[in-house]
């Protein structure tokens, strides 16, 4: 026996699924652009032992990097504000991500609506 589909019922269900969504979009918080990275450097003081010694790079130093108006900007941080920034970068990631599932969802509300 084929069961047949209500589209009224459908529907309610993917609402269910989006607002389930809108909920973990709820909890983001900050979202930000660009990446971290953390860099040893060698400086340019003659003699210094960084000169000779890989294992003697200074650092580590953490740079938030981005596009600001179509220029790259870096900012050097401390661990500590490196680490949040790195939180709300992943934020990002997280919103597209829910912002995908709900489009997709979207769509498939629309095949039920199409026919």
């Not at 209500?6 to 809108?22: A, M």
């Not at 003697?56 to 740079?63: K, T």
């Not at 220029?71 to 661990?79: N, Q, S, Y």
Request: proline residues 3%; glycine residues 4%; hydrophobic residues 30%.
């Amino acid at each position: 026996m084929t069961k047949i589909s209500n589209p009224q019922q459908d529907l309610e269900k993917y609402l269910r699924q989006i607002r389930s969504y809108q909920d973990e979009l709820h909890q983001i918080g900050f979202i930000l652009t660009g990446s971290i990275t953390k860099r040893y450097v060698r400086c340019s003081t003659p003699g210094c032992k960084c000169q000779t010694d890989p294992k003697a790079l200074h650092g580590p130093y953490y740079e938030w990097t981005r596009k600001v108006q179509g220029k790259t900007v870096t900012v050097r941080l401390k661990e500590d504000k490196a680490k949040l920034l790195m939180e709300w970068i992943e934020n990002k990631q997280r919103f597209y991500t829910i912002v995908s599932k709900i489009e997709r969802i979207t769509l498939e509300a629309v095949d039920i609506i199409r026919f």
